[in-house]
Structure formats: C-alpha cells, structure tokens
C-alpha cells in the first residue's frame, strides 16, 4: 500500500548567501517559511521539485520538506526543519542575531 502523501515545500539554500529559502506560490524565493507554498499533491510536488531544481544560478540542495498546518503558515514537521528556519546556530549573525 503507497504511503500517504503529507504537504511539503519545496526548501534549498540560496547559492550566493546559503540562507535557507522556500519556494512561494509566486515563484519566488523566500526566507521565511510562512510564506511558503503548501503542497498537498504528491504530483505538483514533483514539478515544482523539478522547476526549482533546474534554477542552479539561485539555490542548491533543492528537496522537498513536510511542513504540517500553523496559524500563521506551514510549520516544520521534523526537528531538521526546524533547525533550518531558525537560522545558524551560532547567535552572532544570521536570524538569530536579532534575538540578542
């Protein structure tokens, strides 16, 4: 029996700042998560992985990321997820600077 599909977006990291980036419905890249397009068919999925994939001048390490519903947006289903969009974990640059 085929698993059931989970909503996912599409993540990589931009090439020239290594940020972690999402892909918007808009096809642009964003930084932050809630901005992410949700996908909830396994076949979208695949072609917006696909399109994304082939922007090698943008971003790198481009896969696909389960995200479950938030108030305010998708929300990281996996510790790994979570990680990423918090930013590095060194407090001195990045995201996390501004918690200081």
Same mark, same amino acid.
């Given at each position: 029996?085929?698993?059931i ?6 993540t990589a990291?931009?090439?020239l +700042?290594?940020?972690? #980036? %999402? =892909?918007?419905d808009a096809?642009?890249?964003s930084?932050?998560l !809630?901005? $992410?397009?949700?996908?909830t ?5 695949q072609?917006?992985l696909i ?6 001048? +943008?971003?790198?390490? #481009? %896969? =696909? ?9 998708p !929300?990281p $289903?996996h ?9 590095p974990s060194n ?7 501004e918690?200081?």
């Amino acid at each position: 029996m085929a698993a059931i599909f989970t909503p996912k977006v599409v993540t990589a990291n931009a090439l020239l +700042e290594g940020d972690v #980036v %999402y =892909l918007t419905d808009a096809d642009t890249w964003s930084r932050d998560l !809630e901005q $992410a397009e949700v996908l909830t068919d396994e076949a979208d999925a695949q072609i917006r992985l696909i399109e994304a994939s082939a922007r090698v001048d +943008e971003v790198v390490g #481009v %896969y =696909l990321a389960e995200v479950t519903p938030g108030s305010t947006g998708p !929300e990281p $289903a996996h510790f790994r997820e979570a990680f990423r969009a918090t930013g590095p974990s060194n407090y001195s640059h990045g995201k996390q600077s501004e918690a200081l």
